[in-house]
């Protein structure tokens, strides 16, 4: 296994008065596209915010490329080369399509070459370059988010359900994409809930239940062992085939 | 040239763009259109305000910080450049250093303010904002041996910019209203209209700060209008719509704001500056008065939050309404006292209800215009145009989503 880019040790993290995470131990190897399975409520989506120093860490540390960022903000995290497109997206309706991506482009004015790229991967943005975000479709936005957190090479991409409440064509796109960028080696922990979809493009796998992770290995190998994927997935697995 | 002035940013609605230029035009040649010393000052107070409400703008409308003490900073530029004229005396030496400091005061004191207390939730800012503004009125009413207390102090304007400063020959002004009135109600005399019409203008100093003020207000409006269309203009309306967003992206949004409050303090600090020279007298009433502050964000309210534009015709309508409502209605209610049943409704229009009609035209602004004066003009020019477009191309963006994986 490569090193790892970054690693959580015992993490614990709290929102508001709950107590969401229970020592997280993840690691990520670099270059390696790692899902992150598991019901809903096991604090996957709050393992992600918590890297983004979005939550309250009590206990742990998290590590990346060999530095602890556990106390940074959020700001200076995202700078060090990590991208976080959540769950809600969270896309500025009110800018168009350009704007989105101009602001997404920190460092300065985006690079023309890899725009076509991103054009590439999603043509619709080219069409819709000054429409309003606000216009666009669901899968469009999705797009959209995703693009925003690829028009700089970031060290690391955290992605959480894209596929959640889109048509399956559009689903297919997105597979596509992660692909591609899989194939220029870049770092990735995805959150899903589609097994078909994180079965497609996981290399390594990480299942969560109540704010830990319960299993962690290759993707290859929870796909073939099915007793393996009932005992961590139970009926949830069945139910998004 | 005008896209590179109006950095790209257009009025985008026909019935704006008119009402923008009549506004620019009639401010212009303004001393040369309307006569007497009513229009004259408010005209004055106009320049000002669209300088002190697009500043608020910038803080309310695209970064959605409240803020009580935009007046304050508007204070320290009145009465800096008053007190550095009242201790140097009348020249322009005391000006550059009355501009200077209360600057400075400005930047420090909107710094702190910012870094102390932008940080947290938005509505402690408003309360501490708050209480700073009414310390500082509490301040220059005590300081009254150096501020005149509640009685105000006079501007000793240097010579050149008061009305002692006149070139030998008046000017000649046309005043327009007056001509159209005269030719509605007395078309025959055409002759006789026309030649009361023109009017002497006293090219003094005042009419030169005037300008002076008229020419500060458009290059700084024009350069806000530049800031808040740059990549730093978009980063605000980034942390406007959604702050942690704009953060997971990487941008420091307490710096951002913090900036935003410095530049904005900044910019009323002039108008204050402004407001010392045009009017020669200030009192704490005129500067600093909570009802100020209120009046300040009816401007951004009326005309638009989120969009310069909007300051511009909010202070207009705004400064218009003031002025002239209260003289609207006592031609009203003294017409109605003839009449036997309005008679009693009389006392309702009074001069000095005026107070009561602008509340009332601010409710129905607001309910029929919730986005202000230039967002509801945007909005229809837009669905205008999105109904040319549909039967143009037919169908538009929607592509088959969101149906669950």
Redesign the interface.
């Given at each position: 296994m490569a090193e790892p880019l970054m690693k959580l040790s015992g993490v614990h993290a709290d929102i508001g008065q709950y107590h969401i995470l229970h020592g997280v131990d993840l690691e990520l190897p670099k270059g390696e596209l790692t899902v992150l399975l598991g019901r809903n409520g096991a604090g996957k989506s709050t393992t992600l915010r918590t890297i983004?120093g979005?939550t309250d860490v009590p206990r742990g540390r998290v590590e990346f490329k060999g530095e602890d960022i556990t106390e940074w903000?959020?700001?200076?995290i995202?700078?060090s080369g990590i991208a976080?497109v959540?769950e809600d997206m969270?896309?500025?309706?009110?800018?168009s399509v350009r704007?989105n991506l101009?602001?997404?482009a920190?460092s300065g004015p985006i690079d023309k070459q890899r725009l076509e790229w991103v054009f590439g991967l999603f043509p619709?943005l080219k069409k819709?370059w000054q429409?309003d975000a606000g216009?666009?479709?669901?899968?469009?936005k999705q797009m959209l988010a995703i693009a925003?957190a690829i028009i700089e090479p970031r060290d690391l991409l955290l992605v959480d359900e894209p596929?959640?409440?889109?048509?399956?064509?559009?689903?297919n796109d997105l597979r596509d994409a992660f692909r591609e960028l899989k194939d220029q080696e870049a770092t990735i922990l995805l959150v899903e809930q589609?097994f078909n979809?994180a079965r497609a493009l996981g290399q390594t796998v990480a299942v969560m239940d109540d704010g830990r992770v319960v299993h962690a290995g290759s993707m290859a190998a929870l796909a073939e062992d099915e007793a393996l994927q009932q005992e961590l997935l139970g009926l949830s697995l069945g139910a998004?085939q | 040239m005008i896209h590179s002035l109006l950095s790209g940013d257009y009025p985008r609605s026909r019935l704006l763009t008119v009402l923008l230029i009549a506004i620019f035009i009639g401010l212009a040649l303004g001393p040369f259109l309307f006569s007497g010393t009513v229009a004259f000052r408010t005209m004055g107070l106009i320049v000002v305000f669209i300088l002190v409400v697009a500043a608020y703008d910038l803080m309310l409308g695209y970064t959605h910080v409240v803020s009580f003490a935009h007046l304050m900073f508007f204070g320290f530029g009145a009465y800096g450049v008053a007190m550095a004229l009242d201790s140097m005396g009348s020249n322009f030496t005391a000006i550059a250093v009355g501009t200077g400091a209360s600057l400075l005061a400005s930047i420090v004191v909107a710094l702190l303010l910012g870094l102390l207390s932008l940080r947290v939730k938005a509505i402690f800012f408003a309360l501490v904002t708050l209480a700073i503004a009414f310390s500082f009125m509490v301040l220059v009413n005590q300081l009254y041996t150096l501020t005149g207390g509640e009685d105000g102090m006079r501007v000793a304007v240097p010579r050149e910019l008061g009305p002692a400063f006149r070139l030998d020959e008046p000017l000649t002004g046309f005043s327009l209203l007056g001509w159209l009135w005269g030719v509605v109600t007395n078309p025959l005399g055409l002759v006789e209209v026309t030649r009361e019409a023109f009017f002497d203008v006293r090219a003094n100093g005042r009419l030169l700060m005037y300008y002076v003020s008229f020419v500060i207000t458009l290059v700084l409006f024009l350069g806000m209008l530049r800031l808040v269309n740059s990549p730093f203009g978009r980063v605000l309306l980034a942390i406007r719509e959604n702050e942690f967003r704009a953060e997971a992206l990487g941008y420091r949004t307490v710096y951002y704001r913090t900036a935003v409050v410095v530049l904005a303090s900044a910019l009323a600090t002039i108008g204050g500056v402004m407001f010392a020279l045009v009017t020669r007298y200030i009192t704490p009433e005129s500067t600093l008065d909570f009802e100020l502050a209120v009046f300040v964000l009816l401007m951004c309210v009326i005309g638009g939050m989120g969009t310069l534009y909007g300051a511009v015709i909010g202070a207009t309508v705004f400064l218009i309404a003031q002025n002239y409502l209260q003289d609207l209605l006592g031609v009203l209610s003294g017409w109605m006292e003839h009449v036997p049943v309005l008679a009693m409704a009389a006392p309702l229009f009074g001069s000095d209800r005026w107070l009561l009609w602008f509340g009332v035209l601010f409710v129905l602004s607001v309910y029929f215009f919730p986005t202000g004066i230039v967002g509801q003009l945007r909005e229809w020019a837009a669905r205008r145009s999105r109904a040319g477009e549909e039967l143009v191309e037919g169908e538009k963006v929607d592509e088959p989503a969101s149906h669950g994986a």
């Open positions: 983004m979005l903000a959020t700001p200076r995202a700078r976080f959540p969270g896309i500025f309706q009110l800018l704007e101009e602001l997404a920190a619709a819709f429409t216009n666009l479709s669901g899968g469009q925003r596929t959640k409440g889109l048509a399956p064509s559009i689903i589609n979809f998004h | -």
